[in-house]
Each structure stands twice: as structure tokens, then as C-alpha cells.
């Protein structure tokens, strides 16, 4: 067969495939596909839009779909606060913190767990998994932070949280299925677990590690409940719990400066949903610029397993 022949049957080949019929469940589907990602994508561009409406162009439309109005009194007023910098600082705190604990602490207990010549292996796994089905409840988990001393402290929305149990297992069966082959040759070379792990386990793992480190950050960045249980003070309060006061009660959280600000609003130019939206935004964009970075990470890591021998 000449390359002319073989280009001709190609090309004919792929004018075959475009004047295929398209099957209506394939039309069904996308149609279905692009409801879905809008219903998915309105509350955030409903929130963005709202952040920088006034309030007269609000107050007009009984739906506010099309931004009529562009202002942007609502962030400079939230940024302008400097209850809300605090709160971002502990936040970006707490998730870096966090991130790096829960990592270092998973990737070496999932390890551990994948050699199956550790001790009572079996017996730490079924440890591992009752804490999954099973807690002490509330009451116990209090008196707990309580006896560590981590009542109004930061690293009470670090420390207990640090451990995933679902993750370490994942980590842990991933692990399980690396090629026994480099392993082996590790060992025979003079290398340790430690060394093995930091030289060949981690290297051909980032991608695994850097979905893995996405989901702690996600988490992280959105700690609410620890803080609100075990947090009073104000100065340790995280975004979210500045977050969630601002959309209950914004004279609460926001400082004395940025309230006399609102007030001198008389012409009501500064809607005070356009500041609860502006805040939601502002919080919400640091994590998101994160996943472009790790995008190519996460496609190959959140296929668990690819690693064979």
C-alpha cells in the first residue's frame, strides 16, 4: 500500500465519520449536559453580578439576571475592613498549616500501612476503619480539645481535622499497587522506607499527592465548624465564620470604620447584599486560582491505580 493510498482511505474514512448521523440520544444528552452546568454555574454568577449591582437596579428588576449596574463600593468597603484581612490571614494560616500536616501525617501512616510486613497491620487498619462508622459524639470531642488546651487556640481548626481517614486508605491501596520491582531494587541498594519513600514513592506519585493536597486545601479553606464550636474570640476567627456573620448580621463583624462608611450611604448607592455578595466572591476566589495550577496533577491523579508493573 503506497502513503498516497493509505492518506486517501483516511480521508475518506473521516468524511464518513462527519456525515454520520447524529443519534437524538446524543442531542438529549448535551441538551441535558448544558441545563445541568447552568443550573450549576447561576448561584455563582447571580452572586457576582449582585456584588457589583446598586442598589436602584436591584430594586427595579423582580429577577436580577442582567447586570444593569456596575459599581464597585462593595469591595472596596469589605476590603477596607480590617476584621476581614484578619480572618484571611488565619485562613491562609490555617490551610497551608493544615495542608502540610495532613499530607505529611497521611502519606506516611497510608505508607506504612501498604508494607505488608508491619506488625499488627491488620489490626491498625480495622482501627483505622471503625473510627470511619463509629465517633465518641460531641460531648467527649469537647472535653478532648479541652484537655489538649486547644479552646481558643488556631491550631484547634488544624490538629483535630489533620487526618483523613478515607484518604489514607485510598493512599494506602495506591501505594499497595506501586511496581514491587523498584521497591525491591531500593532495598537491595541499602535504601530505608524513609529513603524509599522521599526517592521513588513520592516522585512518581505527584500526581496522586497533588489531588490529594487539593481536597485538604478545599477543606481547609472552608473550616467552619471546629471554629465555631471551639473559637470566641474574634481575632482567631476564621474567613468563613466572618463569612457567615456577615450574611446573618454584617454590624457584627464588620469594623467601626467600614460601618461608618455604610451609613454615609444615603443615597443607598451601597446595597448591603452587594457587600454579603462581594464577600462570598473574595472568599471563594484564592481556593479556585489554586486548580489551575494542579489541573494537569489532578486529571492523572483522580485516576487512582494507573500505576501498574
Known sequence: MTADTFVHKEVKAKRI???KKVKPFDVVAIIILVLLGLVVLFPFY?????SFARYSSIAK????ILPTSFQLKAYSTLLEDSEFWRAFGNTVFITVAGVSLSMLISVAGAYALSVKSLPFRDFFLT?????????????????QMKNLHLIDSIFVMVIPTCINTT??????????NMPISLIESARLDGANDITILRRIILPISKP??????LFYAVE?????????MFISKSRLAPLQIYLRNLLIAY??????????????NIDNTLYFPSLQMAAVVVSSVPILMVYPYLQKHFTKGILVGAVKE
Do not use: D
Open 17 to 19: 465519520r462527519i456525515k
Open 46 to 50: 447571580n452572586v457576582v453580578i449582585v
Open 61 to 64: 428588576a423582580k429577577l436580577y
Open 127 to 143: 482501627l483505622i476503619l471503625f473510627t470511619m462508622f463509629f465517633g465518641g459524639g460531641l460531648i467527649p470531642y469537647y472535653l
Open 167 to 176: 484518604y489514607i486508605i485510598i493512599m494506602k491501596n495506591y501505594f499497595v
Open 208 to 213: 496522586f499527592m497533588a489531588t490529594f493536597a
Open 220 to 228: 481547609r479553606w472552608n473550616e467552619w465548624w471546629n471554629a465555631q
Open 251 to 264: 454590624n457584627s463583624t464588620l469594623s467601626s470604620n467600614a460601618l461608618t462608611q455604610v451609613e454615609r
